[in-house]
């Protein structure tokens, strides 16, 4: 796949996979293309060329008449309950209580009735320990809180693919371990494929099946975390890793 934002080539002939049930963690240094990247595949951005397949399915665009077309918005619809995505900021809607953000797309996307999406959104909240605050509203919770929410929304719509971008990153410190150890527990309890943005390395190291280290826009190395982080082969992973770790 192509991105460019204006003349600003920033993914250049990108081309990978992530498999069934593989977790697979991007890092590089700022600026390098990660977020773009998850936000492709969750059709927030629109690919300048190429394409990307969940599951079979090309997302984003078809070929109209030799033009580069934005498929209708049914179709989006459709394919984007393939993909879940948490992000930085937790983006939980502050107007609902919790129960409400999780049922919301199940009910409104995938046609559950009420009852059996309440009954999906208990279990996933009691999953990420946050059954007891169902229904309070995002305001009243804390960062850790609100991203453990945010994971059990958009493990609602049964993703394939779950994209997490940055979701400790606005949190205080004291508040990063319970994210991630949820996060953690979903690994092992569940065969759901990860595509993950990341600065927490030890997480990374823990959770992946792969590590992508990438600059401008290419991959400069990949391959199993142990060998990223315990023997890099490229000067620039060894740098960014001295930089963060
Ligand atoms: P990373 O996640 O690795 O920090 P990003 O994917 O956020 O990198 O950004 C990669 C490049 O794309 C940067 O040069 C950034 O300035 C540029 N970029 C990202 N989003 C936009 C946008 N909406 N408009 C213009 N340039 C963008």
Do not use: C
Request: proline share 4%; glycine share 8%; net charge negative.
């Amino acid at each position: 796949m192509v991105k460019r934002f204006g003349d600003n080539t920033v993914l250049d002939n990108l081309n990978f996979t992530v498999s069934h049930g593989e977790r697979v963690t991007l890092i590089g240094p700022s600026g390098s293309g990660k977020t773009t990247i998850l936000r492709l595949v969750m059709t927030l951005e629109e690919l300048t060329d190429g394409y990307i397949y969940v599951g079979g399915t090309p997302l984003q665009y078809e070929q109209q008449g030799g033009k580069r077309a934005r498929i209708p918005d049914k179709r989006r619809r459709r394919t984007t309950t393939d993909i879940g995505m948490v992000f930085q900021h937790f983006n939980l809607f502050p107007n609902m209580t919790v129960l409400e953000n999780v049922i919301e797309a199940p009910i409104h996307v995938m046609g559950l009735s009420k009852d059996e999406a309440v009954a999906k959104a208990e279990a996933l909240l009691d999953q990420v320990g946050m059954a007891w605050k169902k229904d309070a509203r995002p305001s009243e919770l804390s960062g850790g809180q609100q991203q453990r929410i945010a994971i059990a929304r958009a493990l609602a719509m049964d993703p394939e693919i779950l994209l997490l971008d940055e979701v400790t990153s606005a949190l205080d410190p004291e508040l990063v371990g319970e994210v991630l150890g949820v996060l953690k527990d979903i690994a092992a309890e569940t065969d759901i494929s990860m595509l993950i943005v990341t600065h927490e390395m030890q997480f990374a190291r823990d959770v992946s099946d792969r590590v992508m280290m990438f600059d401008q826009g290419s991959i400069v190395e990949e391959g199993k975390p142990d060998k990223i982080f315990s023997e890099p082969e490229h000067q620039r992973t060894r740098d960014f890793l001295r930089a963060v770790l």
